[in-house]
């Protein structure tokens, strides 16, 4: 998942989409000029020509360095540079000899897909993340989860095998009114985020409203998922033990666990886990 905000995601978004209209137009603009031996753009054959284009204006601004750092950006701004590296080249080769030997064009060509795909993949990662993903914590968000167990039933009754639902409702009340919203924030964060990291393969989290989550645990029956809790339990207090501050330590967590029945309704396990609930001060 990206781990940025959700208007940084729409911004991304719409500039994604705008960088692929914008890239299929250069393409098509150097392919042209290629082809009808047309007067070359200094910018295509500049050294720097990857920061000279509009996604490279955007991508290398300043106020983009912290996407620079993300794993994914580094793969698109490394595609982009190289697409830009082998286009110079064979405009370089063009100008000199008036010609390009078959190598050095098709790797030129799989450079402008390359890149154009990378583009792709990462414009439907955000559109899923948008779609499906709370930005605060990163769990799943409420639309995803009903759909998520509707198919899960379904697995569930054609397999037997049992499933149950961990239900966690963080009491941030007195905490946001002590210290505030964004300490509250904060602490919502490093705990979902030790949930996710403790996760077994397959399970997942969502965030159904407010401080309130679904862990879906597909799998395990009643006594599993007492197991796991107290794992979740465990890493939820040394991530708040490691957490700056006395809010940290004044946590309280309430949580329920139900073995999800293929024949209930969903709304009804969700409201029976939600009522069967335990409190824990971390």
Known sequence: MISVTSEELQTILATIEEALSLHDKWREGLLRALICKLPLAASNIAEDAHQRCAFGCWFYSKGNTHLREMAVFKTIG????AMHDNAREVCLKIKATGVVVEEDYDQFLGGVSRFRGELVGLQNKVTFTLQNIDSLTGAYNKAKLLPDLKAAQKQLKESGKPYSLLLMDLDLKEINK?????????????????????????????RYGGAEFVICLPGK???????AKEELLKKIGEALANATGEAAASLHIHYGVVEMDHDAYLEELLDRSSRSTYTVTM
């Open 178 to 206: 002590a210290h505030g919203r964004d300490t509250g924030d904060k602490l919502l964060r490093t705990t979902i985020s030790s949930v996710m990291g403790a996760l077994s393969a397959g399970d997942k989290i969502y």
């Open 78 to 81: 490394q595609l982009h540079q």
């Open 221 to 227: 029956n009643t006594s599993d998922a007492e197991l």
